[in-house]
């Protein structure tokens, strides 16, 4: 879900093109979200192999990533750890919601009203272990690295990002830019066109870029006003103010100065506000971690899709082609630029 920070946050089209040669950290839970809530039947059905276990995910991974590859983009797969405590409200909340809409994903099939269906099935999406070791295993027998985040994997790649070792954070949501990530781009893994919900028209989704310290300079704040802002507006650890919204927040922090002044003047109380800003701004990060790509084990890929989970042997071979391709070209040009 994230913050909505969006009315607030300047952004810049690009093209994949723009990004050849960038090393991007990739959100991994944020897009295998993605993945598993978009790769589906017109009913909703998720992508299964022939014994009913979902693969959607397996197939975004490895299309869509080829894909950013062979533009020349050397991703970099960054997944959450452990959440902090605050989160658990979200947490909670969230599992209710699935759990509604797989009931009302149900009655919408049984209706045959295919469109609530097919909606109310990406409302029901969910991460499983069992998906997100799959999903480890593929990335590493496809050459990408893979970081383990002690806590959330948006502040591991704003670390990355904030490091140098790679020149943005690729997520859907805006927190990466609390966590304090230079550059944040945004649809990287989902451009292409996208059904309107309940409107039978179709909108190009196309990659942005957001610099935080554009952020910053246009709205005449600071990061750490960045922060009270979202605090106010609510996060994925607190539910936020009733009735401010991103550019609400904005105007009573720079009237006030601080969160503590908004509260003041609003007569307003935010529980454990310290501690929230301290989760963005002294996240839990690692430096126990690698970024190297390897070559591609072909033989890997096949067991596990097309032995495993029955996909097509020739459009994986062809997703493999994609990544051999663009790794032996670089390897051959720089090895030091590579590794």
């Not at 607030?8 to 089209?13: D, G, H, V």
């Not at 066109?193 to 028209?201: E, G, M, Q, S, T």
């Not at 300079?217 to 600071?222: K, P, R």
């Not at 609400?248 to 501690?275: D, Q």
Request: hydrophobic share 35%; glycine share 8%; aromatic share 6%.
């Amino acid at each position: 879900m994230g913050v909505k920070l969006g009315d607030i946050a300047p952004r810049t089209p690009a093209e994949i093109s723009d990004f050849s040669g960038w090393v991007m950290a990739i959100d991994a839970f944020n897009t295998l979200y993605q993945f598993i809530s978009t790769i589906r039947q017109p009913d909703g059905t998720p992508l299964m192999d022939d014994r009913g276990r979902i693969t959607s995910h397996l197939s975004g991974l490895l299309y869509r990533t080829s894909s950013l590859v062979q533009s020349g983009i050397k991703p970099v797969f960054v997944f959450d750890g452990t959440s902090p405590d605050e989160k658990e409200g979200t947490v909670e909340s969230r599992r209710h919601i699935r759990e509604t809409a797989e009931r009302e994903w149900q009655e919408a099939i049984d209706e045959g009203d295919m469109e609530k269906a097919a909606r109310k099935a990406r409302q029901s999406s969910r991460l499983t272990s069992d998906i997100i070791e799959e999903s480890k295993a593929l990335l590493r027998l496809m050459g990408i690295p893979v970081v383990q985040a002690p806590s959330e994997g948006e502040a591991q790649a704003a670390y990355l990002a904030e490091k140098g070792d790679v020149e943005a954070a690729v997520s859907q949501d805006f927190d990466s830019l609390l966590f304090g990530t230079p550059i944040l781009v945004r649809n990287l893994t989902i451009s292409g066109r996208r059904k309107v919900a309940r409107r039978d028209i179709y909108i190009t989704v196309t990659p942005e870029i957001i610099e935080l310290n554009t952020v910053l300079s246009q709205n005449g704040i600071t990061r750490e006003q960045l922060i009270d802002i979202a605090i106010l507006v609510g996060t994925d650890f607190n539910k936020g103010v009733r009735g401010i919204g991103a550019k609400t927040g904005l105007k009573l922090v720079k009237k006030h100065g601080t969160l503590e002044g908004v509260m003041a003047e609003k007569g307003i109380e935010i529980p454990n506000y310290k501690r929230l800003r301290e989760i963005f701004l002294h996240p839990p990060v690692t430096d126990n971690y690698e970024i190297k790509w390897a070559e591609v084990d072909a033989n890997g890929i096949r067991e596990l899709l097309c032995r495993e989970h029955d996909f097509s042997e020739k459009r994986v071979d062809s997703a493999i082609k994609r990544l051999d391709r663009h790794f032996q070209a670089t390897k051959q040009k720089s090895l030091d630029g590579w590794f």
